[in-house]
């Protein structure tokens, strides 16, 4: 394959857009983009792995300010803001060939591994990152574990941010829109001394909610508030020694997330809930058998607010969350390189859900989550003259905590806190060599020892003979004794997981590669008690075996398609849901599955002014097996969860020169998914149907350095599913819809 520099240029603008590189004088034209998808720098078109790769330039040009922008663009991706049953905008629910987590709790761990330079966020919490002045977003499709640090089984999304220059230089980029929205950000390049640089980045960003919060008071959730610091320090003492030091804040301040009820009823475990006040004493006058919607005194569907109200009564969303990195690249000889990164990650959250959404007291949750990361990584790195090879050993520790005050009107034992204090450590050696039988012939190899302790302490206190829910702090102060407290439990797992690639190049410009490799996630316990139980549940691992073929195909000079096939074999899997006869969700090892589906890339330059892009993903999943105990109530017919069958995105931009020597680019973004489930056990109410949104906006550029850009998201103002969650014991059905249409003006200033 050829290896093209990404920044070659004509002219002296340069701005990347995905796998393209537009040059001021040249237009649009094919370049490779650099990737590090295999712990080395290669060209994108060399890596015989399923990987999507895009700038930060174009993220921004795509008014993608979150991570979870992603899932648009790349095919067979499913990336939620907000996750199920937590009440939270800020945990990430992702999903990458129907592989991921839908729990939210410090005892489930995410089954996309979410990295920023390097460094795990161990979880899902928190997760929802906003995309600021990144040098590149990598999304790797298919279990990772013999190159990255924690295994990860279903894929992994590399956030890489920019390196300072050599020049002192700096960005501003204001936006404002829809909703009162406004954003500003500005990065600041300062070099200090020959071998000293630093850059630092600082986000302030705001928002109105686009749910009418009809009770409780406060503003209205799918809001935005957003402050964000980020600092980079590159130090090179010598040609052979990089040490780079990072550290990043972000705080956030927010309404819940925007759950909207789409249906409540009464059950056969529950017929009262109807009255909305008092619990057993039969339904209040009139709201016999769920009462007439002109009753506002009855808790029924007149509650239903889809798509764009609520009248929940409890919203919080406060996250607070830093970390430290320092990573120390070495070259030992001119074969060897030695990299070490050491991190430590701290985070701080209060969050809270109206389950029932209606002005009454039915259902609601208050969760108060702690957590702390150390890890520190080793990888030494060789490449020789047929082989290269990598090496790694990765450690991490991890503190967490998560009680959740429960209130309810379903049982007198209600208000109670309930929860977990957790301690887990992980460790792994890893290693992968490439070897070319070949000039074009090349086999990849790679081995992966995982060791994980995870420990466990259940809690659960029934709070009763206070005038007000005290916090649980002062539960324990005044000695109330825990109906659950069995002290720390310990799990043990280990594996050996493992990758083989062979690659060939049929042509100079086409390569074909199949692999098969073995993913896995470990067991763990379950959080949620709500009755007094000797041994709390747990559940063991979960296992995948991935078979792919792939082509990366550079067919003309203006003509770029990659295409990957797949068919995942899928063992144990976690699934998280509701029992018939419990409130609170349970992971279990629920089932075997396969999972098959095919995914296209394509880029295409017809003429210099010219950019046609886009991806097509397919993905069929079935449960094969189930297992014969199984607690929850999914069937071999139920689909499985955030996993669409088709989705694609189609993109267009044009460059029109003005005699000025300014320049217009209109942009197009269309994109569609098809039926999506969002509930293990599948549920109607909570189904999302198919969409298709169109994004349109145009971009001035005044010149070199100031720069315009007007849009509108979600032209046709679709109404659409993006989260859903259900409880057939309770009786309710919760669905977050995403924003309507909304325009934005952004203004961007380079120096």
Known sequence: MRKKLLAATIGSLLLPVGNLTFAAESGFSIEEVLVTARKREESLQDTPLAVTAVTGQSLEERDMTQISAIADIAPNVNFSFSGTSSGSGSAAVVYIRGVGQNDFTPVTDPG?????????????????????????????????????????????????????????????????????????????????????????????????????????????????DVTGLRAKFVWTPSEDLTIKLSG??????????????????????FPNFYNANVFGNGAPPGCAGGGPLT???????????????TWATLSQNDVDQWGLSLQVEWALSDVWTLKSTTAYRDMDAQFSRDADATPFLIFQTTDDYEQDQFSQEFQLSGTFDRMSVIGGVFYMEEEASGPELVEAIIAPAFPMYIGTITDNENW???????????????????????????????????????????????????????????????????????????????????????????????GGFDQRHTAPRANPATYEPETLILYELGMKADLTDTLRVNIAAFFSDYEDMHVSAN???????????????????????????????????????????????????????????????????????????YIIELDSGSRITPRMDWIYKSEIQYEPVNNKDVEGDSYKRLNLSVAYEFNDNLKFSLGVNNVTDEEYIIAGDSNGLLGYSLVVYDRPRNWYLSAEYNF
């Open 112 to 224: 996309v591994g979410i990295y920023v330079d390097d460094v795990y966020l161990g979880r899902t919490l928190g997760s929802v990152l906003d995309v600021v002045d990144l040098e590149r977003l990598e999304v790797l499709r298919g279990p990772q574990g013999t190159l990255f640090g924690r295994n990860s089984i279903g894929g992994a999304i590399s956030l890489t941010t920019r390196d300072p220059g050599e020049e002192l230089a700096g960005k501003i980029r204001a936006t404002v829109g829809e909703d009162q929205r406004f954003s500003i950000y500005g990065t600041l390049e300062v070099p200090m001394g020959d071998n000293l640089g630093a850059i630092f980045t600082a986000l302030r960003k705001t928002r109105d909610g686009y749910v009418d919060r009809n009770a409780g008071g406060g503003d209205d959730p799918g809001d935005e």
């Open 248 to 269: 990043d804040y972000t705080k956030e301040r927010e309404e819940s997330a925007p759950e909207v009820m789409v249906d409540f009823y009464e059950t056969a475990q």
């Open 295 to 309: 009753n506002p005194g009855c808790a029924n569907d007149q509650y239903a607010g889809a798509p764009y109200d």
């Open 428 to 522: 792994a050696v890893y290693g992968e060599m490439t070897y070319d039988i070949s000039e074009k012939l090349h086999l990849t190899a790679g081995l992966r020892y995982t060791d994980e302790t995870k420990r466990n302490d259940p809690i659960a206190y029934a709070v009763r003979g206070y005038a007000t829910t005290p916090s649980l702090s002062q539960v324990i102060a005044d000695g109330v004794q825990p109906f659950i407290s069995r002290g720390y439990r310990e799990l043990e797992f280990d594996e050996v997981t493992w990758r083989t690639t062979l690659a060939y190049d049929l042509f100079d410009e086409v390569s074909l590669y199949a692999t098969i490799s073995k993913g896995f996630k470990s």
């Open 579 to 653: 029992p018939p006869d419990d409130i609170g969700t349970v992971t279990v090892n629920a089932a075997e599955g396969e999972i098959k589906g095919i995914e296209v890339e394509f880029t295409y330059v017809p003429v210099p002014e010219l950019l046609i892009e886009g991806s097509l993903g397919f993905q069929d999943a079935e449960y094969t097996e189930l297992d014969p105990g199984l607690t929850v109530e999914v069937t071999e017919q139920d689909d499985f969860i955030r996993t669409p069958e088709l989705s694609w995105n189609l993109s267009a931009s």
